[in-house]
């Protein structure tokens, strides 16, 4: 398996912008996480998904953002409209709950810049 | 509570040994984890440790916790430049969520 995949690696965009990033999590997982990372904040959960279904989205910051999973092999994160204060590394993570652990498995990330 | 604190840097010569400490609050969790982050990559697991353990070591990697207390550590031995990195404890919970630290960034010196 290639492990998650995310796309675009970079993206860069002026403020105001509509930014959508997308992740294939690993065939066969039924969990899927969305965090964001930055250096005030670290590494933070923004929503994740059971089946496919979201099960806590508490993490999501504003109603800027909004996140779907249409179907077990894709999901995307939307930022609308986008803020230079969104700028950060966003990671896809997937697991397996049927596994003896919960480990999850990160995609490289997308760095966003917002100008 | 879900909390998970670790410190943030730690700088070490290279051969010497790291000890990157952890301390959480939920003692419910099934297993505790450490993940390394390299720079311009996605967090990746190390090593995990199942919470009826004490100790489980893995070559140069030795994991120690103590339930009672909440702790939970990182041994590296003779650590490597190429162990620069961060590292972050996770540990899971009744969600299917892991809660992760803030992670240590580890600093290796020649």
């Known amino acids: 398996d290639a492990g998650v995949i995310q796309s675009p690696r970079h993206e860069v965009t002026e403020m105001g912008q509509e930014v959508t990033l997308r992740c294939k999590p690993i065939s066969g997982h039924d969990y899927l996480f969305w965090y964001r990372q930055t250096m005030m904040r670290g590494l933070e959960l923004l929503i994740y998904f059971n089946n496919n279904v979201p099960i806590d989205d508490s993490g999501m910051p504003e109603d800027r953002f909004s996140a779907k999973m249409p179907n077990a092999s894709f999901s995307t994160l939307k930022i609308q409209p986008s803020e230079p204060r969104d700028s950060a590394v966003y990671f896809c993570a997937s697991s397996l709950r049927g596994a003896s652990t919960y480990e999850q498995y990160f995609g490289p990330g997308t760095r966003l810049t917002v100008t | 509570g879900e909390d998970v604190e670790q410190s943030l840097f730690l700088s070490v010569r290279e051969g010497d040994s790291s000890v990157i400490n952890c301390t959480y609050t939920?003692?419910?969790?099934?297993?505790l984890y450490w993940y390394k982050q390299e720079p311009g990559a996605g967090l990746q697991l190390l090593t995990y440790?199942?919470?009826?353990?004490d100790m489980k070591q893995d070559q140069r990697l030795t994991v120690l916790l103590n339930k009672k207390d909440k702790h939970l550590s990182l041994r590296i031995a003779d650590t490597q430049t190429g162990d620069s990195a961060i590292y972050f404890c996770a540990h899971d919970g009744e969600t299917g969520k892991l809660i992760f630290g803030q992670g240590t960034t580890l600093q290796v010196k020649p």
């Open positions: 440790i199942f919470s009826n353990m």
């Open positions: 939920d003692s419910s969790s099934t297993y």
